[in-house]
């Protein structure tokens, strides 16, 4: 089955590189690597004489925001055409661990179709002097503790679609035909991956938590709450309510609430901005959070 591995980039070039160095490192690698750049037409020299072999394509913002839904479709587009029958998906601040792939082509086989693939993701502290290197990142982190950690070997069928997330997952080509690919009405942070997995859910198709597909998140700051994702995740989580009759990223509107940039209207369930100035996002660089 000819896999492939999509990731989408932004500028952060220094991942990218390390993904690609974990690939190579990989016990099976993938027969195709697209890299989606967002505007970032500097990614192409990045990964040039890197293995495996980059093929780089590039979409264009969407009226100054991140088109991450786009992106994917586009990537998953470009190793179709070349004749992918497993999608794999990486955050560009993933790196796969050695078995990453390998796991990921021998679950789909066995699939028969229908199921999406998440393995674990583990968060990174931030890397010693010189970087990380790829035979230490297993001993520097546990997965995520809000997700399934199956071990190696084993697969937990009929998992919570809420629970998916797109840092790394899997899928045949006939599935992704089957959802439909992401909805790109989602521009900017947020959203379009819980649209996705529901989108999913209402196809029939089962979510597959993976035991010996790791993955590492390259640690990068992040604020919390996200207020400078704020109008993306109104825009983004009212798009959800009318696909989907309920909102997203709850957590991020009460922490917003709470600092007053946000208030619910519980006659009719929306949330609005409250006109307040934006209050400075603190810092959290142990955060779990993508």
Known sequence: MRLAVITLVAGRHRHLSFQQNGLAAGTHRPDHYVVVGIDDPSAAEVVRAGVPEADVINVERAAGRLPLAAARNAGARRALEAGAAVLVFLDVDCVPGRTLVGR????????????????????????????????????????????????????LRNGDHRLFWSLSFALTARTWQRIGGFCEDYTGYGGEDTDFAMSAAASGVDLWWVGGAPAYHQHHPVSRPPVEHLDDILRNGALYRRRWGTWPMEGWLRDFARLGLVRHDSADDTWHRTGRARHESPVDRASTDP
């Open 104 to 155: 990921y082509a021998e679950t789909a086989a066995s699939t028969h179709d229908g199921a999406l693939l998440c393995g674990t993701v583990s968060y990174l502290p931030p890397p010693p002097p010189g970087g990380y290197r790829l035979p230490e990142l297993h001993g520097l982190a546990p997965p995520h503790p809000g997700r399934p950690t199956p071990e190696e070997g084993v697969v």
